[in-house]
């Protein structure tokens, strides 16, 4: 029996994941419209348990917004410093110092570092670059 569940559960998540492909194709964005589309998606999606196939959905629409918004949003030769880099993530997703601070495990080196007081370790620096799906560079 466990392997008929297994099936179903697989067959299940790619019919959830082609349900999402129908109502909005995975393919580069051409513009803002598209784009803002995408991104309700993505909060849609956030906000619930999904399975496994809309997971994989939402792995790859993220990806992406990320390329749209690093191609379109982005100013050409802006050079941010690490902390204005994490400031820049903090507001983009509306999360104050104690939310960040759980991301990374530690409230007081998210102020300290945003203060210029420490730098991240690599482990902090990690898990930002995991969680915001950026490269861990941006930090040093």
Request: aromatic share 4%; proline share 2%.
């Amino acid at each position: 029996m466990p392997i008929a569940i297994n099936r179903n559960a697989r067959r299940r998540a790619a019919d959830a994941y082609m349900e999402l492909i129908r109502k909005f194709p995975l393919r580069k964005l051409k513009n803002d419209d598209e784009h803002r589309q995408a991104v309700q998606i993505i909060e849609k999606l956030m906000g619930r348990t999904i399975d496994s196939g809309a997971s994989d959905y939402l792995d790859m629409l993220i990806l992406i917004v990320n390329k749209y918004e690093d191609e379109h949003h982005t100013r050409k030769g802006m050079h941010l410093t690490p902390q204005q880099a994490l400031r820049a993530i903090m507001n983009a997703n509306d999360m104050t110092q104690a939310q960040m601070g759980k991301v990374i495990g530690s409230e007081s080196v998210v102020s300290m570092f945003l203060k210029g007081e420490r730098e991240l370790s690599k482990n902090h620096m990690k898990a930002l670059a995991a969680r915001f799906r950026v490269d861990a560079a941006l930090f040093l």
